[in-house]
């Protein structure tokens, strides 16, 4: 075991992000020009030559540095050469070393200009030191080992809490470069480039040291198809490339018809942002900061929600102002991730946790804490709508809709509960079970709640999930999320509570003899009369590998529906619940997933689910039929601009129950 000590890495390197960052650390780079061809280092070598030409065209005084008289003597814009003067000289001694000189654009190729200061530098540095501390100085002793999933462990850990159930088999790979299981002091240092945005996930290095960044987000952009790769007819499709093929042919170098991530990376491509150039063009009044208004007129319109979030949350010197070092430290010069896609707040409880703070793509965990920590002002752990924008999830709401669609009404939007679905009602119509859970918890807290037709009386019953009512009226079944999940009978008034057996998704038949549930790939019945538990469907039965809750049973009691998964489908099936042969039947089959939660119509001909069709924006309840090559219909009533989920008739037919979200 290795010894450790009390301490995370995020709080060590915690002083990174909420004190000013030092300025001196240069941006230390294996050169990217390793494996490339002759006549790119001949370029180079070119490149080298003009720059130092044009140094020494400058320095009259041939001193080796460029006073700012000798720099203002050029020809040019003379605000433009006071600014980029005073931008790149580093270490403010008042002198322009070749080095900083080389930094300036303009002078050669963009890929061929000079190291810049990095703030990821500092980040990379301070992480590593704090990683060191955290493994009982492990620098002191580099040649030391850490079993991988454990340091893969405690780094989540070290975030939040929570994080280590973010655990994943790709985290642990990226700590364990060459897979032995063992994670060496280079690999972490390398898993924290990754962490840090430094490096994609594979381990593609994303920053070049003369302010240059992969533009991973428009790498994703183009890369419709989610493969990995971008093939001609998406770069043809998402590029604006007034060439498409012939651009694209440059980046394929090795004509396999796709360019991946690597050869998007390659320095002479266009895969790059060039925050020094774009830092430049933004600052108007050319004094070398970006105030507010600089700010949100170089975004463009899909990034100004950002604009607002960039002053105080990155001015580290606290001028008022981004500094060249501080803009590329801040969300809008570092395009990692879509920062201005707002995350949800997924658990409902209107503030936003650490573990809710994420953004499509992101695996950079550690920049997500070090972003959370800055907007995070008021230090508690949370972050409000005021501190960062997010998307709030309004309570589902419960609505009785007649099913011709000609009326409609709300029963409940509920703020203790706003997490709520799975209605059943009751077999005389009067009462609408259904289950829920307060803002902040989770599924594992699910309240079985009851409420009237008429809305007026409400009332929380006990602990469950996806109640379902006996023939009379009288008792109700649901899940619980304990340890294994299981199976219960209670009372309609929440007392005598009986576990039945260890499954999830409990659902009684209508005639009242039979509950149904799944345990693994089992589809089990219990018998209402003997109490005896029979395997309906066995794992050799079906080609599934997952079987869902909330399936529906057939009015007559015969059949039962539920939503399987395949590797590449979603399949919508139904088996018969009687007899020995289950007869197990596909009715429809989606290549997108569809809501779990079914319920047939009261003439058996339809089931009723909700779905995000290929033409619609969100879920909305479709109906479909049972019959031949059938395609889901969306159903008449249902307001279109909500997400519309679970559904269950009334025993006459006339209406049904909805869960919408707003």
């Known amino acids: 075991m290795t010894d450790r000590v009390a301490i995370g890495p995020i709080e060590a390197i915690r002083g990174a992000v909420v ?22 280092l001949a370029d180079e070598a070119n490149s080298t030559r003009q720059l130092q030409a044009a140094f020494q065209a400058v320095d009259q005084s041939r001193n080796g540095t460029l006073s700012r008289e000798e720099f203002l003597a050029q020809k040019g814009n003379q605000k433009v050469l006071e600014r980029d003067f005073a931008l790149f000289d580093f270490d403010k001694d008042g002198e322009l070393t070749y080095d900083e000189f080389a930094a300036i654009p303009g002078a050669v190729p963009v890929w061929d200009r000079g190291s810049i200061p990095d703030p990821f530098d500092d980040l990379l540095d301070q992480a590593v030191a704090a990683m060191d501390v955290t493994y009982a100085n492990w620098d002191r002793t580099p040649n030391r080992m850490i079993a991988a999933p454990n340091f893969a462990r405690d780094f989540m850990s070290s975030l939040s809490p929570l994080s280590p159930q973010l655990l994943t088999t790709e985290l642990i790979k990226q700590a364990d470069e060459n897979g032995d299981q063992q994670t060496s002091r280079t690999e972490a240092r390398r898993f924290l480039e990754i962490q840090l945005g430094i490096r994609a996930a594979d381990g593609q290095l994303l920053r070049q040291p003369n302010g240059r960044v992969v533009s991973l987000m428009r790498f994703y952009y183009f890369d419709i198809n989610r493969d990995g790769a971008v093939d001609l007819a998406e770069f043809t499709e998402r590029s604006g490339a007034a060439k498409p093929a012939e651009e694209f042919a440059k980046g394929d170098r090795n004509g396999n018809g796709k360019i991946n991530l690597e050869e998007y990376s390659q320095v002479e491509w266009n895969g790059y942002d060039d925050f020094v150039q774009l830092f430049r063009n933004a600052d108007r009044n050319l004094d070398g900061l970006l105030n507010a208004e600089e700010i949100k007129a170089s975004l463009p319109a899909y990034r100004q929600t950002l604009a607002p979030l960039v002053l105080p949350t990155f001015d580290v010197d606290h001028d008022g102002q981004l500094s060249l070092f501080e803009y590329q430290l801040s969300i809008i010069g570092n395009r990692y991730c879509g920062w201005e896609v707002f995350p949800k707040d997924l658990n409902r409880d209107e503030k936003m946790s650490f573990e809710e703070f994420k953004f499509d793509h992101c695996t950079c965990h550690l920049l997500r804490r070090l972003y959370f920590y800055r907007f995070d002002t008021d230090g508690n752990g949370h972050l409000s709508n ?32 706003p997490s709520c679905g799975s209605p059943a009602v009751s077999p005389d119509g009067e009462w609408i079970a259904f289950d829920g859970y307060r803002g902040g918890e989770s599924l594992a807290n699910g309240q079985v709640l009851m409420i009237d037709r008429q809305g007026g009386r409400f009332r929380a019953l006990c602990p469950g999930l996806m109640p379902t009512w006996s023939k009379d009226g009288k008792q109700l079944a649901c899940s619980r999320q304990t340890n294994p999940s299981s199976v219960w009978i209670i009372n309609a008034d929440g007392t005598d509570h009986k576990k039945i057996d260890n499954g999830w998704g409990a659902q009684w038949s209508p005639d009242g003899k039979t509950i149904s549930y799944i345990r693994g790939k089992l589809l089990m019945a219990y018998d209402v009369e003997s109490e005896k538990v029979r395997t309906v469907l066995t794992g050799d039965q079906h080609p599934y590998s997952y079987l869902y809750y909330n399936m529906g049973w057939s009015p007559d009691s015969e059949r039962l529906a539920f939503k399987a998964d395949k590797p590449n489908s979603y399949e919508l099936v139904s088996v018969k619940m009687t007899g020995d042969d289950p007869d197990l039947k596909v009715h429809w089959s989606s290549p997108t997933s569809f809501d779990a939660d079914l319920t047939w119509t009261p003439d058996g001909k339809k089931v009723l689910f909700g779905w995000t069709a290929p033409n619609h924006k969100h879920g909305m309840l479709h109906e479909l039929e049972l019959t031949p090559n059938a395609v889901p219909q969306v159903v008449k009533g249902v307001n279109p601009e909500w997400t519309s989920l679970s559904a269950y008739f009334t025993p006459d037919g006339e209406w049904f129950v909805v869960v919408t979200v707003n």
Not at 20 to 39: D, E, K
Not at 390 to 404: A, E, G, S, V, Y
Request: with cysteine; net charge neutral; aromatic share 12%.
């Open 386 to 417: 005021e501190e960062y924008p997010f998307i709030l999830r309004m309570p589902n709401t419960l609505q009785m809709i007649k099913t011709d669609g000609s009326e409609r009404h709300e029963l409940l939007v509920s703020r203790e509960f």
């Open 19 to 40: 004190a000013p960052l030092r300025r001196n650390c240069w941006f230390l780079f294996l050169s990217a020009f390793l494996g490339v061809t002759a006549n790119l």
